[in-house]
């Protein structure tokens, strides 16, 4: 079965930036939207960013200006880069690709720890 793996997660102090990266571990056919949540301990998985084919974006209000969402359509792979962060942006961060049929992907997570 075809799996999402991320990366790029860890301690960044207050203020710094991270990349994650998500990419699947096999082919996904009619991948439609990709999108980054993320769960803080206690809280309800969140939408962070998402990016549609064509390259339209949707950004949490609490992460505009702030993050950016990208994606590479030829090798299937989607990014987030995460500037000025914050102790509050601390948590499990998941990728998730949707075909056009609505199936989701999801990946295993990946931490990021924000502090000094």
């Known amino acids: 079965q075809v799996q999402l793996v991320e990366s790029g997660g860890g301690l960044v102090q207050p203020g710094g930036s991270l990349r994650l990266s998500c990419a699947a571990s096999?082919?996904?056919?009619?991948?439609?939207?990709m999108g980054w949540y993320r769960q803080a301990p206690g809280k309800e998985r969140e939408l962070v960013a998402a990016?549609?084919?064509?390259?339209?974006?949707n950004y949490a209000d609490s992460v505009k200006d702030r993050f950016t969402i990208s994606r590479d359509n030829a090798k299937n792979r989607v990014y987030l880069q995460m500037n000025s962060l914050k102790p509050e942006d601390t948590a499990v961060y998941y990728c998730?690709?949707?075909?056009?049929?609505?199936?989701?992907?999801w990946g295993q997570g990946t931490q990021v720890t924000v502090s000094s």
């Open positions: 998730k690709f949707q075909t056009h049929g609505r199936y989701d992907y």
């Open positions: 096999g082919i996904i056919f009619s991948i439609n939207a």
């Open positions: 990016i549609t084919t064509g390259g339209t974006t």
